[in-house]
Every structure is written in C-alpha cells, then in structure tokens.
C-alpha cells in the first residue's frame, strides 16, 4: 500500500478501506468470500503484463513459455478437482464463461454456414452483413433456463442479457407451493419448446439440483445439459455435492465462476466433456480477446487449494453452517423461500415484515450485516427491490465462524428485520434507529474479532 499510496494516495486509501470494511462487517453475500493470500500474492505480479491470445502451445505471441505452463497446471487441477474430461481457465468471468460454453454448443450442434465463416476470421473482421446472417441462423437456437425469480441467473436467458437475445428463450420456474424445482414441469416445457440447450444452475435457489434428472431430460428430447455451477463449485470440488448433485458426470459442459464458494480469484472457467474441447478452447479469439496470466496463476493456486481435505472440511462447513443459520432464523420465525436450505444459501422472505428487500438490505448493512437483496419466487416487487434477502455462509465459514456463531448472526438478522420500519409510501426508505445500529454493529463486530 506504501507503493501504491506513493503514486495515488486515494487508491491506497480505498483499498485499506476495504480490507477494514470486510473486517468489520459480517459478510453474508452468498457469492463473495475471501481469497488466501496465496491466491492474491499469485494475481498482483507481472504476469498480468504478458499477452497470450490463443491456447496452450498455440499462441498469437511469442514468449508465451511461463503462462502455457501456468494454464497447463490450471487446467490438470481442474480436471482433477472436479473429475472432468476436459478444463478451459481462460474466461475473465462468470458472464464470459456462459459465452464461450453457448459458443462451442452453438458451433459443434449447429451447421451455420454464417457461423462457419465467422470463426475463420477475427471477430474484429465481420462485416455487419456477416453479423445479420449469425444473427439469423443463431437467433433460432432456443435456450431453456431458470427464470430469474426462481433463482436463475440473467445470463440463462433473461432478456436484457445477451443470453436472451442470441436464443429463442423460455424458462422454467418452480413450483408455487414449495418453492422448490418441479421436474415434471421442466419436462414438459422441455418436451414443447425442444430446446438446443437446456440451462441448469442458479443464483438464488437454496436447495439442490438433481442433474441425473436434468440429463434424462435432455436426452429425452436432444438438447445438451450446460451446468453454470457458479454458485456451488466449491461444493462439488469439496465432494459435499455427489451422486445425482455432482454436476460434472452428468452434464455435456459446465460453466463456473472461480471467486464464488471455490475461493479463488475473480474469473471464470468451463469444463466439458471430450467431444466439445475442441469447441471450447477456441474461446479466444471467438468471444475473449488477450488471457490474464496472473488470474490463471491464481486459479491454479485456488484450485490446488480446493484438492485439499482442509477444503473438504471446508466446503462441509459451509453447508452445515448454513444449515444452523437457517434454523437460527426459522425459531425466530423469519420466512425462508422452500423452508430452509440444502446448500451455501437461504433466502429470507421479508415482505412479513412489510419491508422490500432494498430497505432490508439498507437496514440491515446499518447493523454492520452485508447481504444482497434477491427477487423471490413470483416477486411482487421486482427484480429492482425485491421482496428478498440472500445470505450465505462461505465468507464467514472461512473466518472460521462455526455452528455456534451463526445462531448469533441470526438473532443479529432479525432485530434489523423486527425494528425496521418501512416509510409509507416508499420502497426504499425506512427507519431504524440509530442507537441500535450501532450497538448491532458492535455486536456483529465483536462476533467477528476471534476471527481476524
Ligand atoms: N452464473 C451464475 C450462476 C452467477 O451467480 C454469476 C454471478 O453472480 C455469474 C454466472 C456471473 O459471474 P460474473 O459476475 O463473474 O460474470
């Protein structure tokens, strides 16, 4: 930081902000953790001043030695980790990952003649005729996804994201009663609207997914399973999800965000099985331009992190955490989406407490709790300010928080909900006050300090 502040004081300064900041407060955004310093010593170097376009032993520059063997140890850890066929670490993001796996579908399951001429040259090449015909001939491949409400995520097909723009788009929901995923529901849209791709993964679902199911269901009528397993990665690397809940067996390609529940550096990554390799690490230059060579460092490093038992324990933790969590809140009688959760999240219905979920956010970080608000099934209030709170426990698990712990983050949870009050007329103000903020944060502070 003496570095940095030498140059630009401020940007010193915001940095140490943050780290007192996530020090302090109690971090339950369900997709957020703390990296090891192993992970951001391996992404702050000079790496991130190479240019490596293309893929292991057949770049678009010279020089390329150190990163090949970087991304070679990436990718082998990958394919350990998580049992695959085959690991692609370049994507810079969740969002990137879901487009280079669309992509390799899009050019392996679909003759396009556009498409064909497209991938021959350098994106930067195509004509605006050349993007009409792709948008033609692609604009017909249908995606089946997660709605947004139900806990998907706005690049499974959600209209304003391109994702729903490339396809034809529909999705499936969950049922009204139990909030959980109705298999015979997603057969059936599935079996209507046949779609090239079938999407299964979520942001804001607290419970598991059988992906056996899924895949029948796309045999059945020919589609490919994608998995974005974003959200839970760190729970299949940690073999807290098998069987029927581990994705990778079962699904053709599955995307994957690094910095979620696996702990790594902000990135993404996809893994797929032998017959779309080819497909997916054309990545670059299809849709990603230059790779980052330190964030590939850094995955390597996460990923050798997450083969370890320690993160087993780890990723067990998380969920018996989130176990202990959500019956912390539910003997307060605080309302959880499905009753409960089976996975690193819960989503707390605050519309009983005639708050949205902006004001409970709002309230709540008042109190020194970080959460994120979150639609909930059939939203009345919209994606904007929500009738929900997500909370998740990687973060704090990471700490070290326990079991014990999070009874005390749900009391904390509640007094913000219970002494919240909505100002009439408003779905953003509210009033809380001021006294019991900050006496709420010295609470959620003083929880913290055994765990720096
Ligand atoms: N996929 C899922 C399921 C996610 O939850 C997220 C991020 O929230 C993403 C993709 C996008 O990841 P990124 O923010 O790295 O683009």
């Known amino acids: 930081l003496e570095v940095i502040g030498a140059v630009e004081p401020r940007v010193a300064a915001a940095i140490r902000a943050e780290l007192a900041d996530q020090r302090a407060a109690l971090k339950l955004i369900a997709s957020e953790n703390y990296a090891s310093p192993a992970v951001l010593l391996a992404m702050g170097n000079w790496l991130s001043d190479k240019y490596a376009e293309g893929t292991i032993a057949r770049r678009f520059y010279a020089g390329c030695a150190n990163v090949d063997t970087l991304e070679t140890i990436a990718a082998e850890h990958a394919r350990t980790v998580f049992g695959a066929a085959h690991a692609y670490v370049q994507p810079h993001s969740g969002i990137d990952a879901n487009l280079v796996a669309f992509w390799a579908v899009l050019a392996d399951r679909v003759e396009t003649p556009a498409l064909e001429r497209a991938q021959a040259r350098h994106v930067n090449d195509l004509t605006d005729e050349d993007w009409a015909a792709l948008r ?23 209209r304003p994201n391109i994702s729903g723009k490339m396809f034809d788009q529909r999705s499936y929901g969950v ?46 009528v020919g589609a ?28 053709h390609i599955v995307s994957t965000t690094t910095h979620k529940t696996l702990r790594g550096p902000r990135g993404g990554m996809v893994l797929c099985q032998p017959e779309l390799a080819e497909q997916v690490d054309r990545g670059c ?19 050798a992190e997450a083969g370890t038992p320690a993160f ?22 605080v309302a959880l989406v499905t009753g409960g959760t089976s996975n690193h999240l819960a989503l707390i219905d605050v519309s ?9 956010e709002a309230a709540l970080l008042d109190a020194g709790i970080v959460t994120n608000r979150n639609a909930i099934p059939r939203d009345p209030n919209g994606a904007w300010y929500t009738s929900g709170i997500r909370v998740g426990t990687p973060a704090l698990t990471t700490r070290g928080l326990g079991t ?9 949870i509640h007094t913000v909900l219970t002494h919240t009050q909505p100002t009439a007329g408003s779905k953003a103000r509210y009033t809380l006050d001021a006294a019991l903020a900050a006496k709420l944060s010295q609470s959620a502070a003083d929880l913290l300090a055994p765990f720096p």
Do not use: C, W
């Open 136 to 158: 033609r001939e692609l604009g017909e491949q249908r995606l089946l996804g997660m709605s947004l409400d139900a806990g998907g995520h706005l690049t499974h097909g959600f």
């Open 175 to 220: 049922d009204p009663a139990t909030g959980l995923i109705d298999y015979a529901m997603v057969r059936d849209i599935a079996r209507e609207f046949r779609p090239l791709i079938l999407l299964a993964g979520y942001s804001a679902y607290p419970r598991l997914i059988n992906f056996a199911t899924m895949r029948e269901i796309a045999d059945e």
């Open 224 to 251: 490919v399973l994608m998995v974005d397993m974003a959200h839970f990665a760190g729970l299949v690397a940690g073999k807290v999800l098998v069987g029927d809940h581990d994705p990778v067996p079962h699904a």
């Open 285 to 303: 230059p299809m849709v990603l331009g230059g790779p980052l060579p330190h964030v590939i460092a850094a995955k390597a490093v996460a990923l």
């Open 312 to 333: 087993r324990d780890y990723a067990r933790q998380v969920v018996d955490n989130a176990a202990a969590l959500a019956d912390g809140l539910l003997r307060r009688s």
């Open 352 to 360: 009983i407490y005639g708050l949205t979920g902006r004001q409970a």
């Open 404 to 412: 014990g712990e999070m009874d005390q983050v749900a009391d904390l």
